[in-house]
């Protein structure tokens, strides 16, 4: 019995070892496989600010009636 379990226990050992082995060559390999340099760019950085406009026309009393019965009549169907 204590020959299994030891046994056990070693394969347990060997695969736990195994998958660290596998984790820090994958991370090795993709550690070396981004650059991440800023290649010796200076970056300034920049806000841009949006400000809603609002155009008034002046409209005469004469498009002032079409209009209303226009938007009647789009209202209305």
């Given at each position: 019995m204590t020959r299994l379990s030891s046994a056990f226990l070693m394969r347990r050992a060997y695969e736990h070892l195994t998958a660290s082995a596998a984790a820090i060559a994958l991370t090795a390999l993709f550690l070396m496989s981004v650059n991440a340099s800023a290649g010796g760019r200076t970056?300034?950085?920049?806000?841009?600010i949006l400000v809603p406009t609002v155009e008034i026309e002046?409209?005469?009393?004469?498009?002032t009636s079409h209009v209303m019965?226009?938007?009647?009549?789009r209202?209305?169907?």
């Open positions: 970056l300034t950085p920049s806000v841009s002046i409209i005469d009393e004469n498009t019965a226009a938007a009647s009549d209202v209305n169907g």
